[in-house]
């Protein structure tokens, strides 16, 4: 059985951990406050998929596995979680006055609002969007890699969400205020930048980006109420890994957290995929610790780096 | 400027939370100085500190029955997973359980009415202590039913009912260990049972060699345990997973590196679909087998047709031959529109048996619970089928031994580790479908 299979498995997994942590560290650098909410937001934009995906269904033809309908339903989710995230904003968030801390308190409530509501409408079951399972894809298994058209999908999407956020960040006017309200708000003020208004932008963003990882949770694995305050302490790892608050921190902790997680089981067999090292090597270590490890690693390079990896860089 | 101020924000913090531990520590200690007391010294109970404050709190509620003039209902607890990732079973014991309260209460117990408060479990131990210690401590229930999983349950035994009179009747738990708190008592068999068929059928079916995953906390443990003592081949692959998690590829490429044919699940249904789901996608091949906490028509509904073919699962089964359970089939369809599973009757006969209990008990308090509780389904009383059958054969001051209750789910019949026996139905899936295969004794 080849590493490869587990670096494809660590490589669809990180794609989902990616879009939630972009957002969950954009959200940062702007309203400054760790949003506990991030999870649920991507639940609800899995459910929202989920039910728009029942209406338009099979629409159109199919794109790597997927009917066009699931894309239509993937835009529609992501909008709802933007929407949700800036009635948010502007109902709890904004007019509370009560430091960072405070706020974070009031996001995990918000978290259990959403997570109750999305009870309320579905039940507490998991379900699945009725779109046929696939076989690993031919090609790859010679390579000892197995995929499906549908990792692929995920694969894709995340690309193009990422190079999309890139482009906006760096070349586009609501981009370079960005970047420079979250660098520094007064400055940014007084420069003439209407700072309320990027802040509902950063949300925009953000919970949308959530929105589509959860859809892709959904697709990945399954929906459940739960889905997203699952993941969230993943997310929350790679974010602090990569330095809270940097969006390209939070790619590559994303991107590292999702691969470690992965390629756990690989541990305690390391002598025999990799090569100089002694074929018994290995490090006895369950997969139930995947999380864990994770977290190690994460401590392990704060130690190094204590503003995470592309900390102190302005976004 | 900044870090000085949260210098001493991050001290008082510690403070707190170091104040916080010790008195934790301190509550810790007194708890169990006073359970060494009661268990030293089981008649100076009352005097100890902690046992008098928990005699104090059920004479008040005497008193406060007696002002009622003993009309009011009696009170009992429940708690169960109303949410979480046992919410199915959840759901199921909440219809049993309604069935069984109507089936009481049409008859009353003494004049008076039966009534439970439900407390949700989150399907998690923390929030089934608390919501234990909610009933226990604020409600001042003696008699709590739950829970579902058979780590809350023993998290609720341990913290909660351990030490006091209050009976606690779990109505799902099937984890071997809970054997091993004879206080404890539940309605479903133990799990250990479908460990031993398990192992029994997969040798029948001519594998000599087993990938184990198992869910990682008492319910799997207990069970993985037992398989291994019971399995004469090779187990190849024998790792836990979490609850949760939004991945499982690793734990499915662990089993299809393992080169086991035969696959056999421990877990709960949303990670074992998940499983299933990830093995269709990679294309792995395997004879799956599975505890009875696999296996549900969520998990068809989510798993592409056909890739679950074969698969066998035991399940604890219900007395599908008697007139009772039958009786109980035919309500709960027409109330529900769906056949009873066999965790609906298990709520239900927790229910039934709980009021039984009530029924033959000098007073409502745990300690004479605690008499009866037991008795009313054991032999050498007479065979009762239902609550109302029962209440006939106790006429007005029956004892406990009057009667064997045989419920909905089996003959109950506590041994003296709170265990019932029970029956294992053998399911197998086809056609995407689950079909009986045959019966196994517990």
């Given at each position: 059985m080849s590493v490869l299979e587990y670096l494809a498995n660590g490589l669809v997994f990180s794609s989902i951990i990616v879009l939630s942590s972009i957002g969950l560290s954009l959200v940062y650098s702007i309203a400054n406050f760790a949003n506990f909410a991030h999870g649920d937001t991507m639940t609800v934009g899995a459910y929202t998929a989920l039910v728009t995906f029942g209406f338009v269904g099979t629409l159109g033809a199919e794109v790597l596995g997927l009917p066009l309908g699931f894309f239509l339903a993937l835009v529609v989710g992501v909008a709802v979680a933007a929407a949700v995230a800036v009635v948010t904003h502007k109902v709890v968030y904004e007019p509370l006055d009560v430091g960072s801390i405070g706020l974070l308190i009031t996001s995990i409530g918000v978290a259990f609002v959403y997570r109750a509501i999305v009870q309320l409408g579905f039940g507490t079951e998991f379900i699945e969007f009725q779109i046929p399972l696939l076989r690993p894809i031919e090609a790859l298994l010679p390579f000892g890699i197995r995929m499906t058209l549908h990792d692929v999908a995920i694969l894709a999407s995340t690309a193009v969400l990422v190079a999309g956020l890139h482009a906006l960040l760096q070349y586009t006017d609501l981009g370079r205020k960005m970047r420079a309200t979250a660098d520094n708000p007064s400055l940014a003020r007084v420069s003439g930048i209407r700072t309320d208004r990027i802040e509902i932008w950063t949300w925009v963003i953000g919970a949308g980006l959530a929105g589509a990882g959860g859809v892709f949770l959904g697709l990945y694995n399954n929906i459940s109420p739960r889905m997203g305050f699952n993941i969230l302490l993943v997310v929350f790892a790679a974010v602090i890994l990569g330095g809270i608050g940097s969006v390209y921190g939070a790619m590559a902790g994303g991107f590292l957290i999702g691969m470690i997680n992965q390629l756990t089981p690989i541990l305690p067999r390391l002598g025999q995929e990799?090569?100089?090292?002694?074929?018994?090597?290995?490090?006895?270590?369950?997969?139930?610790y995947a999380n864990a490890i994770a977290f190690l690693i994460m401590v392990a390079v704060l130690l190094v780096r204590p503003s995470g990896i592309a900390g102190e860089e302005a976004t | 400027m900044v870090s000085d101020d949260i210098g001493p924000n991050r001290r008082d913090v510690l403070k707190a939370s170091g104040a916080a531990g010790l008195a934790g520590l301190a509550g810790l200690a007194g708890c169990s100085t006073t359970d060494d007391a009661a268990t030293d010294t089981p008649t100076e109970e009352s005097g100890g500190g902690g046992g008098g404050g928990g005699d104090e709190e059920t004479s008040a509620d005497d008193g406060g029955d007696g002002d009622d003039g003993e009309t009011g209902p009696y009170a009992i607890g429940m708690v169960d997973s109303?949410?979480?990732?046992l919410s199915a079973f959840g759901q199921r014991n909440q219809r049993g359980k309604d069935l069984a309260l109507a089936d009481v209460n049409d008859v009353g117990i003494g004049g008076r009415d039966l009534e439970i408060v439900v407390e949700d479990s989150e399907s998690q131990s923390q929030s089934g202590v608390s919501a234990a210690q909610k009933l226990v401590n604020q409600d001042g229930v003696p008699f709590v039913i739950g829970a579902v999983g058979s780590g809350v349950s023993l998290a609720i035994y341990e913290s909660v009912i351990q030490g006091t009179d209050v009976v606690q009747l779990s109505q799902n738990s099937t984890s071997p260990d809970l054997t091993n708190f004879p206080g404890l008592l539940r309605m479903s068999p133990t799990g250990s049972t479908q460990s031993t068929a398990l192992a029994r059928i997969i040798e029948e079916d001519g594998y000599d060699s087993v990938a184990l995953a198992w869910v990682n906390n008492d319910y799997g443990q207990g069970l993985a345990e037992t398989f291994r003592e019971e399995w004469g081949g090779e187990i190849a692959y024998d790792q836990p997973h979490d609850q949760g998690q939004s991945s499982y590829s690793s734990t499915v490429s662990g089993m299809a590196n393992s080169g086991a044919d035969a696959w056999l699940f421990i877990t709960y249904q949303p990670e074992f679909t998940s499983m299933a789901q990830e093995a269709y996608s990679n294309g792995y091949e395997a004879q799956f087998y599975g505890a009875d906490s696999v296996q549900g028509s969520d998990v068809l509904g989510n798993?592409?047709?056909?890739?679950?073919?074969?698969m066998k699962v035991v399940v604890p089964s219900a007395?599908?031959?008697?007139d009772n359970y039958q009786n109980f089939a035919s309500e709960f369809e027409s109330e529900y529109g769906e056949t009873p599973s066999s965790w609906s009757a298990f709520a239900y006969d927790c229910v039934v048996t709980a009021a039984l209990s009530i029924a033959t008990a000098d007073e409502f308090t745990g300690a004479a619970l605690q008499e009866t509780v037991r008795d009313v389904t054991r032999p050498e009383g007479e065979e009762v089928f239902t609550f109302e059958e029962a209440m006939e054969v106790l006429g007005d001051d029956g004892s406990p031994s009057d009667i064997d209750y045989q419920g909905v789910s089996g003959p109950i019949d506590f041994d003296e580790n709170g265990d019932p026996i029970g029956f294992l139905q053998v399911l197998t899936v086809e056609n995407h479908e689950y079909v009986s295969s045959g019966t196994i004794e517990g």
């Open positions: 990799i090569p100089f090292v002694p074929e018994s090597f290995g490090i006895p270590i369950g997969i139930e | 109303l949410t979480g990732s798993t592409p047709e056909g890739s679950l073919d074969g007395a599908v031959d008697q």
